[in-house]
């Protein structure tokens, strides 16, 4: 089995490079980098260059590997660069994604391809109407989650009108050790651990604390993707999150419990957004119907190895060079 990973040195690729390693060893796992990335794809995955904006080097790429599936995690995927740069997501998001289909389309073989949406794509849902399933409106809120909104529908046209075997997963928050520190969770435990290494006065800079979300672990998202390929229904999109709602508060409570020095909260304006949803939770029971997935590791758990993660990290960073 031949297998490409778009995104490969990005939060969720090599977790999946690993898990693909570890339930199906004698899989060919390639990985599309930038031929800018600083960022090399983690061992064994075989590293080959492409640029969802240059469809000539999607051609390449395809014809060497000759996948059977592509896993299409690369993106722009941060909400609040997206207020900035609108046009960048959409030309990433949503014409990348145009361009790594049409590539497979013209190809004239046989490829599954899972695509990675988000939950984003809801916006605002009545709480009294959640958890989401796949069958509520999109009603993006954000120029990322409009982005991923036209990319979740484009696949699906390619499955309806040319038959390619794509699947749909609408990932919500995720989040685990590796996280970069732009997103909240990582956000608070990479601050936590600049403060209690000296490095930063005690002080952790926050956000919009009461918006509810839904988190799950990045480890369990790893395995939703290799069950979409291998057992998800070519044409279908998926929700892929707990179910748990979680108040952005409760995660910052939980990491502030296992800190070792005393912090104090600041809101800082910079990281309120223009416009933000205030409560997104995500029901998961198709997608656990058709492939036995279920969530397994405790938030908790979850934001503790984070916190342990950026410890090790802060450390490295900080360590005086050797003489």
């Known amino acids: 089995m031949r297998i490409l990973i778009t995104g490969v040195t990005g939060f969720v690729g090599p977790y999946l490079a690993e898990h693909i390693a570890d339930v199906a060893p004698e899989a060919e796992v390639w990985g599309l980098v930038l031929a800018a990335d600083s960022e090399e794809a983690p061992p064994p995955v075989r590293q080959i260059e492409g640029n969802l904006t240059d469809i000539a080097s999607l051609k390449a790429a395809l014809d060497q590997v000759q996948p059977q599936i592509i896993f299409h995690l690369a993106a722009a995927s941060s909400v609040a660069s997206s207020w900035d740069h609108p046009g960048r997501f959409l030309e990433v998001n949503a014409v990348?994604?145009?361009?790594?289909?049409?590539t497979v389309r013209t190809a004239g073989r046989e490829v599954r391809v899972v695509v990675s949406s988000s939950?984003?794509?809801?916006?605002?849902?009545?709480?009294?109407?959640?958890?989401?399933?796949?069958?509520?409106?999109?009603?993006?809120?954000?120029?990322?989650?409009?982005?991923?909104?036209?990319?979740?529908?484009?696949?699906?046209q390619y499955y309806h009108g040319y038959g390619i075997p794509t699947v749909r997963l609408r990932l919500f928050h995720h989040t685990g050790p590796r996280r970069p520190a732009q997103f909240v969770a990582s956000s608070f435990a990479h601050?936590?651990?600049?403060?209690?290494?000296?490095?930063?006065?005690?002080?952790?800079?926050?956000?919009?604390?009461?918006?509810?979300?839904?988190?799950?672990?990045?480890?369990?998202?790893?395995?939703?993707?290799?069950?979409?390929?291998?057992?998800?229904?070519?044409?279908?999109?998926?929700?892929?999150?707990?179910?748990?709602?979680?108040?952005?508060?409760?995660?910052?409570?939980?990491?502030?419990?296992?800190?070792?020095?005393?912090?104090?909260?600041?809101?800082?304006?910079?990281?309120?957004?223009?416009?933000?949803?205030?409560?997104?939770?995500?029901?998961?029971?198709?997608?656990?119907?058709?492939?036995?997935?279920q969530p397994e590791i405790p938030l908790v758990q979850t934001l503790g190895d984070l916190l342990e993660w950026w410890r090790v990290q802060v450390s490295s960073q900080s360590r005086p060079p050797a003489q």
């Open 119 to 156: 939950g984003e794509v809801y916006g605002i849902v009545p709480v009294n109407q959640q958890p989401i399933t796949e069958d509520a409106h999109l009603a993006p809120l954000s120029p990322y989650a409009a982005s991923k909104a036209a990319q979740d529908l484009l696949t699906a």
């Open 96 to 102: 990348g994604t145009v361009n790594l289909l049409e």
């Open 191 to 293: 601050q936590i651990a600049r403060i209690e290494h000296g490095l930063d006065p005690p002080r952790l800079a926050v956000g919009n604390l009461d918006a509810i979300r839904d988190f799950t672990d990045v480890r369990d998202v790893a395995r939703a993707y290799w069950l979409a390929a291998t057992r998800g229904v070519p044409g279908d999109v998926y929700n892929i999150c707990s179910s748990r709602h979680t108040s952005i508060r409760r995660v910052l409570d939980v990491l502030l419990m296992d800190s070792k020095v005393e912090v104090e909260v600041e809101v800082d304006p910079s990281r309120l957004r223009a416009a933000d949803i205030p409560y997104l939770v995500g029901d998961f029971t198709r997608f656990s119907s058709a492939t036995g997935w």
